[in-house]
C-alpha cells in the first residue's frame, strides 16, 4: 500500500466500480446463496443468526454498553453480505468467502440460545434440561441435512482428472525454465511452471487492461465513475486487452491453447496470430500446448 498506493486503489477499489456487471444478477443472488446445495443451510441459518445477533447487539448500543468482542464477526459477515448484493459481478465460488464468519456466528447464536436456557429462573428452570436437550436436537437436524446434501452430490470424492493429466503432458513436454502463457492457471501451478506475465487471473487481468484502468491515472479514473457509460465492446475483447495477450505470447516459449478458458477470452484474430507464431509440440485432445517460433525450446 505504502509503495504502489495509486495501484492498490486502481486495481482493488476502481476496478471493481468500473467492470462490466457478470455473473448472477444482483436480483437473484441473495435467493441463489440461500438455495445453492452445498452451502444452503449454513447460509440460511447463518443469515438468521445475523439477523437475530444484530438485533441483540442493538440493545447493547441503545443501552449504552459495549458491544461484546462476537460484534467483529457480525460486522464482518454483514459486510462481506452486502458486498455481495451491491458488486458489480458474482460468481458461485465467491459464496465461500461468507461461510466462515457465518460459521462463527451460527455457533455464537447457538452458544448465547444456550447461556439463555441454563439461567432461567423460575418454573421454567425445572425445564431447563429438556429445553437443552430439544434445541441440541433441533441443531442438529440441518447439521446432519447439510452432511447428506455433500454425500449426495459426491462432492468430497469428485474430481476434475483433467487438469492433471494436461499438467503431467506439460511437464514432460516443457523445460523447468520456460514461461507458459496460459488462461488456466492450474496447468502452470500444478505441473509447476512461471506463468507468463504472473497472469494468474487472465479474466481480472484482461477486464483492468480493456476498462483502461492500467494506463489511466487515478483521478480521472475516479470521476469517471460518475460518468461512465455502458461499454461498448466486453472489455476483454478491446484491442488494447488482446494485443496484452500478443505481448505476453511473444514473452512466451510456450502457449497452451484449447481450453474453454482462452476459447472465450481471445478473439479469433489474437488466436489466429498465436497459430502463426508457434508450432504445436503437443495435441491433447482439445488442448494443445504450443511453442514459440523463436523460442530457444522451440
Known amino acids: ?74 460486522f464482518w459477515a454483514a459486510f462481506i453480505l452486502v458486498m455481495f448484493l451491491i458488486t458489480k459481478s458474482f460468481y458461485g465460488h465467491y459464496i465461500e468467502q461468507i461461510i466462515s464468519p457465518l460459521s462463527l456466528l451460527i455457533g455464537k447464536f447457538a452458544a448465547e440460545i444456550l447461556s439463555f436456557i441454563r439461567n432461567l429462573e423460575g418454573l421454567l428452570k425445572t425445564f431447563s434440561s429438556l429445553l437443552k436437550i430439544a434445541f441440541c436436537t433441533v441443531a442438529i437436524l440441518p447439521v446432519c441435512f447439510q452432511f447428506l446434501t455433500i454425500y449426495s452430490q459426491n462432492i468430497p470424492k469428485w474430481e476434475d482428472t483433467g487438469p492433471r493429466i494436461v499438467a503431467e503432458e506439460i511437464k514432460i513436454i516443457t523445460s523447468p525454465s520456460g514461461s507458459i502463457l496460459t488462461f488456466e492457471p492450474i496447468y502452470a501451478f500444478m505441473s509447476e511452471r512461471q506463468i507468463a506475465g504472473l497472469m494468474c487471473d487472465s479474466y481480472g487481468t484482461l477486464l483492468y487492461i480493456g476498462t483502461n484502468l492500467r494506463d489511466e491515472n487515478l483521478l480521472p479514473a475516479f470521476l469517471r465513475i460518475f460518468t461512465m457509460k455502458d461499454y461498448d465492446i466486453w472489455p476483454m475483447y478491446h484491442q488494447k486487452a488482446q494485443d496484452y ?30 497459430l502463426r507464431h508457434a508450432v504445436v509440440v503437443k495435441d491433447l485432445g482439445y488442448i494443445r500446448v504450443m511453442s514459440r517460433l523463436n523460442s530457444t525450446f522451440a
Not at 444478477?25 to 449454513?42: A, F
Open 245 to 274: 495477450i500478443r505481448e505476453l505470447a511473444e514473452q512466451s516459449d510456450y502457449v497452451i491453447i484449447g481450453d474453454w478458458r482462452s476459447e472465450w477470452q481471445m478473439t479469433q484474430e489474437t488466436m489466429d496470430y498465436i
Open 1 to 74: 500500500m505504502l509503495h504502489a498506493p495509486e495501484e492498490i486503489m486502481k486495481q482493488v477499489v476502481l476496478f471493481h466500480l468500473l467492470r462490466p456487471p457478470d455473473g448472477v444478477p444482483r436480483s437473484e443472488r441473495l435467493s441463489w446463496m440461500m438455495t445453492h446445495g452445498p452451502d444452503m443451510i449454513i447460509v440460511n441459518i447463518g443469515i438468521f443468526s445475523l439477523l437475530a445477533m444484530s438485533v441483540v447487539y442493538l440493545f447493547f448500543i441503545v443501552l449504552k454498553k459495549p458491544l461484546p468482542s462476537s460484534s467483529v464477526i457480525a
